[in-house]
């Protein structure tokens, strides 16, 4: 069963830099949602794609910009890093069908910001 | 906005010990309600979820949880907690007519053995 995969798992940037996360949904699902979590906190949401389009966004910059191709995969881009973009980015994929709002996640990638 | 509080921020249980983790939840219309849990080295997962009916719902693992709709709360119980409960677990929202979840801070939980 191919769950959600993201990549890379670990990644090193210095401020200002720009940085490309990417992430292939569980298989059958067609919605991606990103999320930030910060050290101690939750998970908090930064966008969902549906169909290619931005269905809804968090409260993130517009530095923050994601992509979701006709395969359902999707990228999220982050321009201009700062000191607390530093965090671990969830993918999480769902089946709008389904109807059930729930979310399949992965297993993140942890972004350092030097 | 709508936001999800979490009262516990790290709990500490012996084997057996029952276990209640408070969520709270701010919202006046239809919400979906969920627990998710994160075990050490493991990714998020479904732990039980909330939509409508029966307000007590039950998960995996012998969790279970109460959607109270007059305080806005869904906690989560066990009866008897044991070590593979240790773990992080998050109360999330989502609103009737959104497509995003709220997460809240989440709780750790260590069971000793």
């Known amino acids: 069963d191919a769950g959600v995969t993201q990549s890379p798992t670990h990644l090193i940037k210095t401020r200002g830099q720009q940085v490309t996360l990417r992430c292939s949904p569980k298989?059958?699902?067609?919605?991606v949602s990103w999320y930030q979590q910060a050290l101690g906190q939750g998970p908090q949401f930064i966008f969902q794609y549906y169909e290619e389009e931005e269905r809804q966004r968090g409260n993130f910059p517009d530095r923050f910009s994601g992509h979701q191709f006709p395969n359902y995969s999707s990228e999220l881009n982050v321009n201009a890093l700062l000191l607390g973009d530093s965090a671990l980015y969830l993918c999480?994929?769902?089946?709008?069908?389904?109807?059930?709002?729930?979310?399949?996640f992965g297993e993140g990638s942890r972004l350092t910001v030097l | 906005a709508q936001s999800v509080s979490q009262h516990n921020h790290h709990v500490i249980l012996s084997e057996a010990a029952s276990l209640e983790l408070g969520c709270n939840y701010s919202?006046?219309?239809?919400?979906?309600l969920f627990w998710y849990v994160q075990y050490p080295g493991q990714h998020l997962q479904l732990l039980l979820k909330?939509?409508?009916?029966?307000?007590l719902v039950k998960g995996i693992k012998g969790f279970e949880a109460e959607f109270i709709k007059s305080k806005f709360s869904f906690n989560l119980r066990k009866p008897s907690v044991q070590w593979s409960d240790t773990a992080e677990y998050f109360c999330a929202v989502k609103t009737g007519g959104g497509f995003k979840t709220i997460f809240g801070a989440g709780t750790r939980l260590f069971v000793k053995a």
């Open positions: 919202y006046g219309g239809t919400v979906n």
């Open positions: 999480a994929s769902s089946l709008v069908s389904a109807n059930t709002g729930e979310l399949f």
């Open positions: 909330y939509f409508s009916g029966d307000p």
């Open positions: 298989s059958g699902h067609d919605t």
